[in-house]
Protein backbone atom coordinates (compact mmCIF):
# COMPACT_ATOMS: atom_id res chain seq x y z
CA UNK A 1 0.00 0.00 0.00
CA UNK A 2 1.34 3.58 -0.98
CA UNK A 3 0.61 4.79 2.25
CA UNK A 4 3.43 7.44 4.10
CA UNK A 5 2.67 6.83 7.46
CA UNK A 6 2.76 2.91 6.63
CA UNK A 7 6.25 3.32 5.37
CA UNK A 8 7.53 5.37 8.63
CA UNK A 9 5.89 2.34 10.78
CA UNK A 10 8.24 0.07 8.20
CA UNK A 11 10.98 1.87 9.04
CA UNK A 12 11.28 2.58 5.21
CA UNK A 13 11.37 6.77 5.90
CA UNK A 14 12.92 7.89 8.92
CA UNK A 15 11.56 9.81 11.63
CA UNK A 16 11.65 11.29 15.05
CA UNK A 17 10.33 8.86 16.96
CA UNK A 18 8.86 9.51 20.40
CA UNK A 19 6.94 6.55 21.76
CA UNK A 20 6.28 3.08 20.01
CA UNK A 21 4.58 0.00 21.43
CA UNK A 22 3.00 -2.81 20.03
CA UNK A 23 0.17 -0.74 18.46
CA UNK A 24 0.81 2.81 18.40
CA UNK A 25 3.63 4.93 17.20
CA UNK A 26 4.70 8.74 18.21
CA UNK A 27 6.81 11.12 16.15
CA UNK A 28 7.77 14.58 15.73
CA UNK A 29 6.00 16.01 12.53
CA UNK A 30 8.53 17.43 9.26
CA UNK A 31 7.10 20.87 9.74
CA UNK A 32 5.70 21.60 12.70
CA UNK A 33 3.75 24.28 13.25
CA UNK A 34 4.14 25.04 16.95
CA UNK A 35 7.05 24.64 19.02
CA UNK A 36 5.81 20.49 20.17
CA UNK A 37 3.94 18.78 17.08
CA UNK A 38 3.99 15.27 17.18
CA UNK A 39 1.81 13.30 15.57
CA UNK A 40 0.47 9.75 16.93
CA UNK A 41 -0.58 7.26 14.80
CA UNK A 42 -2.26 3.24 15.46
CA UNK A 43 0.03 1.03 13.21
CA UNK A 44 -3.05 -0.76 11.75
CA UNK A 45 -3.80 1.60 8.74
CA UNK A 46 -7.03 3.06 9.21
CA UNK A 47 -7.48 6.11 6.56
CA UNK A 48 -9.64 8.34 8.49
CA UNK A 49 -11.62 8.96 11.41
CA UNK A 50 -14.57 8.27 9.76
CA UNK A 51 -13.24 4.49 9.14
CA UNK A 52 -13.29 4.03 13.28
CA UNK A 53 -15.85 1.39 14.38
CA UNK A 54 -16.57 -1.22 16.89
CA UNK A 55 -13.59 -3.41 15.56
CA UNK A 56 -10.89 -0.94 15.47
CA UNK A 57 -11.81 1.88 18.18
CA UNK A 58 -9.64 -0.04 21.17
CA UNK A 59 -6.96 1.56 19.50
CA UNK A 60 -8.10 5.35 19.38
CA UNK A 61 -9.02 5.01 23.00
CA UNK A 62 -5.28 4.05 23.32
CA UNK A 63 -3.94 6.56 21.51
CA UNK A 64 -5.48 8.96 24.03
CA UNK A 65 -3.88 7.31 26.64
CA UNK A 66 -1.01 7.34 24.75
CA UNK A 67 -1.26 11.27 23.89
CA UNK A 68 -1.48 12.03 27.98
CA UNK A 69 1.82 10.24 28.27
CA UNK A 70 3.37 11.67 25.30
CA UNK A 71 2.57 15.01 26.14
CA UNK A 72 3.98 15.64 29.88
CA UNK A 73 7.18 13.67 28.85
CA UNK A 74 7.02 17.18 26.46
CA UNK A 75 6.95 19.25 29.04
CA UNK A 76 3.01 20.58 28.00
CA UNK A 77 1.99 20.71 31.62
CA UNK A 78 0.27 23.95 30.71
CA UNK A 79 -1.67 22.24 27.68
CA UNK A 80 -1.54 21.65 24.18
CA UNK A 81 -4.56 20.73 21.61
CA UNK A 82 -5.30 17.65 19.81
CA UNK A 83 -6.43 17.48 16.22
CA UNK A 84 -7.59 15.27 14.05
CA UNK A 85 -8.18 16.36 10.14
CA UNK A 86 -10.93 14.05 8.32
CA UNK A 87 -11.24 13.31 4.77
CA UNK A 88 -10.89 15.99 1.49
CA UNK A 89 -13.16 19.05 3.57
CA UNK A 90 -11.17 18.78 6.88
CA UNK A 91 -7.73 19.23 5.39
CA UNK A 92 -6.45 15.22 5.79
CA UNK A 93 -3.32 15.38 3.49
CA UNK A 94 -2.01 11.96 4.73
CA UNK A 95 -4.89 8.71 4.50
CA UNK A 96 -3.45 6.85 7.30
CA UNK A 97 -5.63 8.64 11.00
CA UNK A 98 -3.55 10.31 12.82
CA UNK A 99 -3.59 12.82 15.61
CA UNK A 100 -1.71 16.16 15.77
CA UNK A 101 -0.19 17.38 19.38
CA UNK A 102 0.33 20.42 19.02
CA UNK A 103 1.99 22.63 21.98
CA UNK A 104 4.92 24.74 23.63
CA UNK A 105 3.52 28.14 23.27
CA UNK A 106 -0.19 29.45 24.09
CA UNK A 107 -2.34 29.10 21.38
CA UNK A 108 -5.19 30.54 19.65
CA UNK A 109 -8.57 30.04 21.09
CA UNK A 110 -10.34 29.62 17.79
CA UNK A 111 -11.03 26.08 16.48
CA UNK A 112 -10.21 27.26 13.14
CA UNK A 113 -8.23 30.33 11.12
P1 LIG B 1 -2.72 16.24 7.86
O1 LIG B 1 -2.63 17.49 7.05
O2 LIG B 1 -3.02 15.03 7.00
O3 LIG B 1 -3.62 16.34 9.05
O4 LIG B 1 -1.28 16.06 8.50
C1 LIG B 1 -0.23 15.42 7.86
C2 LIG B 1 1.02 15.84 8.57
O5 LIG B 1 2.06 14.97 8.20
C3 LIG B 1 1.49 17.27 8.23
O6 LIG B 1 1.53 18.05 9.42
C4 LIG B 1 2.87 17.04 7.63
O7 LIG B 1 3.81 18.05 7.98
C5 LIG B 1 3.27 15.70 8.16
N1 LIG B 1 4.18 14.96 7.31
C6 LIG B 1 4.09 14.83 5.96
N2 LIG B 1 5.10 14.06 5.50
C7 LIG B 1 5.84 13.71 6.60
C8 LIG B 1 7.03 12.92 6.76
O8 LIG B 1 7.61 12.37 5.82
N3 LIG B 1 7.50 12.79 8.02
C9 LIG B 1 6.90 13.38 9.09
N4 LIG B 1 7.46 13.20 10.29
N5 LIG B 1 5.78 14.12 8.98
C10 LIG B 1 5.26 14.28 7.74
ZN1 LIG C 1 -1.13 3.63 6.36
Known amino acids: MDCLFC ?13 EDETVLAFHDIAPQTPVHVIVIPKQ ?3 CAAEINEDNSAVVAHIFEVIAKVAKELGLEN ?3 IINNCG ?3 GQT ?8 LGGKKLSEGLVK
Open 79 to 81: GYR
Open 88 to 90: EDG
Open 45 to 47: HIS
Open 7 to 19: KIIAGEIPSRKVY
Open 94 to 101: VKHLHFHI
